[in-house]
């Protein structure tokens, strides 16, 4: 019997991104660069290897706009600054958007209220200096006495 390979739209990767900003740019040094979104969601866009067309492009104003492709060799940007539309390919590009209600849903262990005042002071404790050798000596003290 032959296989047959069922095709699903949604087996599909998401490829294209589109990023409204503004977005802040900064200069990470060796052809890499943060563009940073200045709203609520804060998100973050990494690109790496974009050249000196790209440099010259994210230098030049605020970017207001992102659109991102990702191929299979490289990633295709489309930036829309305060000075004008630039296209520009990479190596690589990461989205960073963080996601507030992520672990909302998932059933995560939680402690009781002597439970985490007991692991506050523990902490706190080891915050001071020598105080990861207090902390040795009350558990000593504590296993000899019972």
């Known amino acids: 019997m032959a296989s047959r390979t069922l095709y699903n ?3 599909e990767p998401n490829r ?13 040094g060796n052809g890499a ?3 940073t979104q200045s709203g609520p969601c804060g998100i973050d866009v990494y690109l790496k ?3 000196a067309d790209a440099g010259e492009t994210l230098k030049s104003g605020t970017v207001s706009d992102l659109e991102i492709d990702w191929g299979a060799n490289s990633v295709s940007f489309c ?5 004008a539309t630039e296209r520009f390919e990479t190596t690589s590009a990461i989205v960073h958007e963080p996601k ?8 995560l262990a939680e402690f009781e209220p002597n439970a985490r005042r007991f692991w506050r002071r523990v902490f706190r404790v080891v915050q001071i200096p020598g105080g990861r050798h207090l902390l040795s000596l009350l558990a000593r003290g504590t296993r000899a006495g019972g």
Do not use: C, I, K
């Not at 930036?79 to 000075?83: D, K, Q």
């Not at 507030?100 to 059933?107: F, G, N, Q, R, V």
């Open 9 to 11: 739209a949604s087996m």
């Open 16 to 28: 294209r991104r589109r990023l409204t900003g503004p977005f802040a740019a900064l200069d990470l």
């Open 49 to 51: 290897g974009g050249g």
């Open 100 to 107: 507030p209600h992520l672990y909302d849903s998932l059933p």
């Open 79 to 83: 930036v829309t600054s305060s000075v």
């Open 33 to 35: 660069w943060r563009l």
